[in-house]
């Protein structure tokens, strides 16, 4: 019954390596969003998708892609990861109309060797 | 752009007794929303508390109440009769009105501590 569910929740690789994170919620909201969470706990968005459409692009390095099969889904694809790229990555929703919370999913610490 | 500023990196505050968190933002817009996160050790992100410039009352849920001053850009979070479950890190948060796909700013939170 999560809201917003992310695979997997924890992710060491090697520097050079790819690897993707997913993201699901059965919330039946429009948009979905990733952020980044350094080690200094600060929280900065990363993409916003609004029903399959990418509507935010921050300034993120092109070896992150994100995807939206479809508008309950949005996962997140990192090539060439580097060290820098350690942090845990959260996957939020909201709806579009209004201006309620965000729901955010567990987070999905990554760490880069 | 809009900015959202946590002064307080660290407070710390023994079990039942009363601790304010400060948050300041810097915005153009008369409307507006803000809110309260809290971050436990288990990693995830909770909703505290939410505040819509338009309304002049002071959010309160349970414990949690806000000071919300619009004209000072001003929202802090009071937490009374603290509890050892209330130590978390605690992130202040700005969405701009008819947000759609913007998302959240957030502060760079405070870290806090209760003391048994």
């Known amino acids: 019954d999560t809201a917003v569910s992310q695979t997997p929740k924890y992710l060491v690789t090697q520097m050079g390596n790819d690897k993707s994170i997913k993201c699901e919620q059965n919330l039946g909201h429009d948009t979905m969003y990733w952020y980044k969470q350094d080690s200094k706990k600060f929280l900065k968005i990363m993409f916003s998708y609004n029903n399959k459409e990418l509507i935010i692009n921050e300034t993120v390095p092109n070896r992150f892609s994100p995807k939206s099969p479809d508008k309950a889904h949005l996962n997140l694809h990192i ?3 580097e060290l820098g790229d350690s942090a845990v990555y959260f996957c939020a929703s909201s709806p579009l109309a ?3 919370e965000l729901f955010f999913g567990e987070g999905s610490r990554l760490t880069v060797l | 752009a809009q900015t959202v500023t946590q002064s307080q990196p660290e407070m710390s505050v023994q079990e039942a007794e ?3 968190l400060s948050c300041t933002y810097d ?6 929303y803000l809110f309260w996160y809290k971050q436990p050790p288990s990693r995830q992100m909770i909703l505290v508390i939410r ?3 338009y309304k002049q ?3 309160t849920e349970n414990r949690f109440s806000v000071n919300f001053q619009k004209a ?3 929202f802090s979070l009071k937490i009374s009769d603290s509890q050892l479950g209330d130590a978390a890190m ?3 948060a700005y969405r701009r009105p008819r947000g759609g796909a913007d998302g959240l700013t957030f502060g760079k939170g405070t870290h806090l501590i209760i003391q048994p």
Do not use: H, M, R
Not at chain 2, 27 to 32: G, R, V
């Open chain 2, 27 to 32: 915005t153009s817009e008369s409307d507006y």
């Open chain 2, 90 to 92: 605690y992130f202040c």
């Open chain 1, 79 to 81: 090539n060439s990861l």
């Open chain 2, 51 to 53: 505040q819509e410039a």
């Open chain 2, 18 to 20: 009363t601790v304010t």
């Open chain 2, 72 to 74: 000072a850009k001003s």
């Open chain 1, 98 to 100: 209004g201006a309620g």
């Open chain 2, 57 to 59: 009352q002071n959010a």
